[in-house]
């Protein structure tokens, strides 16, 4: 079984600040890893995944993760807020394969202070 | 680029009452899926579909739910006796063209269903 355990339900930020967002994983064979974004009554984007290739994984808006096996963490970071990153971020684990059902995080509230 | 759609954006019916939650998967995609997200809560899997029959279903997937492949294009997620707790926000998603990477499922943008 697969599972991901997001710290920290809000993070606040000032614009032009790193973001991080921290997740952990659970996981019985080799991992798919997902971020996601939920902008406000919207649906779900994906940022990046994470699919056994190369450990540094960048994804879109200049986001990036970072495997590590080690630690079984898949944290996620920018090196610059901006206002319109305020969203709701989702970390998600896939069984090997990725066509098996997604396990979500409990997500984690994003806040951009100007 | 292709996308995956859902109809209605939001419906809203009183308890008791039967809905269908449409759903356009990716043209050439072969397996679906069905999330629901309570309100304020996490994001969770009902059910997965291959091959024109369940994969893998969760425990929420109970009696009352089913789905189904009524044609080449549309995926459906009936709900037979609408309760309370069924408000949420159902996505459907879709994965996997035959030859193509089968590591993303790409998500609809919802059906916000409202149980009065």
């Known amino acids: 079984a697969q599972s991901v355990t997001q710290l920290g339900s809000h993070v606040s930020v000032s614009e032009g600040a790193l973001v991080l967002l921290r997740c952990n994983y659970s996981s019985s064979v080799p991992p798919y890893l997902f971020w996601y974004v939920q902008y406000p009554n919207q649906g779900l984007q994906l940022l990046l995944k994470?699919?056994?290739?190369?450990?540094l994984v960048k994804g879109i808006n200049d986001f990036e993760a970072e495997f590590k096996k080690s630690e079984t963490s898949f944290h996620l970071t920018k090196p610059s807020a901006h206002m319109s990153d305020a969203a709701e971020y989702f970390c998600?684990?896939?069984?090997?394969?990725?066509?098996?059902?997604?396990?979500f995080g409990t997500g984690t509230k994003l806040q951009v202070i100007p | 680029e292709p996308e995956v759609t859902q109809t209605p954006s939001h419906q809203v019916t009183q308890m008791g009452q039967e809905v269908i939650l449409r759903c356009v998967p990716i043209?050439?995609?072969?397996?679906f899926y069905w999330y629901r997200q309570i309100l304020g809560q996490k994001v969770e899997f009902l059910v997965s579909f291959y091959n024109n029959e369940i994969s893998e279903k969760s425990e929420i997937f109970d009696d009352q739910f089913s789905v189904e492949r009524p044609d080449g294009s549309n995926f459906t997620l009936k709900i037979r006796s609408t309760k309370l707790e069924d408000s949420a926000m159902y996505f459907c998603a879709s994965s996997w063209r035959q030859g193509g990477m089968k590591d993303e499922q790409y998500f609809g943008p919802g059906t916000r269903l409202t149980v009065t």
């Open positions: 998600a684990v896939s069984g090997d394969g990725g066509y098996q059902k997604v396990t």
């Open positions: 994470y699919t056994s290739a190369a450990t």
């Open positions: 043209s050439n995609h072969l397996y």
